[in-house]
């Protein structure tokens, strides 16, 4: 929310108020939590949520529609409403989904997580058997421009790293399963499955809801699979820390719930495997800083994630 006004000091918190009231005719109140480059309300009986967005994260109308086709239950209803007054920042009118990003609850002592987790490994293999069933075709520009950000951001860990053996064995692995990797059918790929962009219900567990698209693009299946990682641990003060020891038994969960719905042969789990490596990787081993990704050098965690495999 910060960031929305601070590089769109035309507005301001008040007459976004103003205008998602006058949009629903009802009072409005800002979501307890935000994203960095939005602002967010919802309406007063807690249906609707209205969104503001940044230039600087622009929503596509296209991506949303696709989204809400793949995974119907899980993403909301969504209509454009145009640009706020003379400005570069859009609005968004939204069903609000009954749910709470994952992290917020991950360390409430009044939610036993751990008793949460096989509904929300087992909606997350669901997520991904979606997109593996409303399989995409990209353009020929579309193959080239992945294939050359793999092969630009895979050289250039390569080269940070050049000195650590067992993660520099990781980025090769990649770099030499990528035709592969590209031969694996194509799907929507959400970009930030963060904890916050998952929304939880914390009764049961399950994963009721997936926000947040800004960042979706079309890519081989199993790059998006880092995502399973946001629902396993969370990092805070005292470093990483798994809910449950180093979750493989959710880990096994979630891969038995996928192949139990897509009974792919072992070779194609390989592959699968090596993708989801290769998406670790880009997510990873960068970092945002400054209004840019940079190369990170602690992998410590990174390590941590490529060294567990969910195929084997």
């Known amino acids: 929310m910060f960031d929305l006004f601070d590089t769109h000091p035309e507005i301001s918190q008040a007459s976004c108020d103003a205008y998602a009231e006058k949009i629903l005719n009802q009072p409005v109140r800002p979501l307890d939590w935000q994203g960095c480059h939005s602002y967010t309300l919802e309406s007063g009986d807690e249906q609707i949520v ?3 967005r940044s230039a600087a994260s622009p929503l596509d109308k296209n991506t949303v529609k696709l989204a809400k086709k793949v995974h119907p239950t899980l993403v909301p209803a969504t209509e454009y409403l145009g640009f706020f007054e003379s400005t570069e920042v859009t609005v968004w009118k939204m069903d609000k989904i009954p749910g709470l990003g994952i992290f917020y609850v991950m360390d ?4 036993d997580i751990k008793t949460k987790l096989p509904a929300t490994v087992t909606n ?13 075709t990209p353009s020929l520009e579309e193959t080239l421009a992945v294939r050359q950000t793999c092969e630009t951001k895979l050289a ?6 050049s000195s650590s053996s067992p993660f ?3 980025i090769r692995t990649c770099k030499e399963a990528l035709d592969d990797i590209l031969k694996l059918p194509w799907v929507l790929t959400h970009d930030d499955l963060s904890s916050m962009n998952l929304l939880f219900n914390r009764t049961t567990g399950n994963l009721v809801g997936v926000v947040d698209w800004a960042d979706a693009e079309i890519w081989p299946f199993g790059k998006g699979l880092w995502g399973v990682e946001s629902v396993l641990g969370f990092c805070g003060s005292e470093g990483y820390t798994w809910l449950d020891d180093d979750c493989l038994t959710y880990r096994k969960l979630f891969a038995a719930s996928l192949q139990e719905q897509l009974c792919l042969p072992a070779d194609i789990l390989a592959i699968i495997e090596k993708a989801r490596k290769l998406g670790l990787l880009l997510r990873y081993g960068y970092e945002w800083q400054d209004g840019g990704f940079v190369l990170v050098d602690d992998t410590a965690v990174l390590e941590m994630f ?3 495999a969910m195929f084997k």
Not at 124 to 136: D, H, L
């Open 306 to 308: 490529l060294d567990r």
């Open 108 to 111: 409430d002592d009044d939610v």
């Open 124 to 136: 997350m293999a669901k997520f991904y058997v979606e997109a593996w069933q409303s399989r995409q």
């Open 156 to 161: 250039e860990l390569e080269e940070k790293h």
């Open 50 to 52: 209205i969104q503001f």
């Open 168 to 170: 520099l064995n990781h």
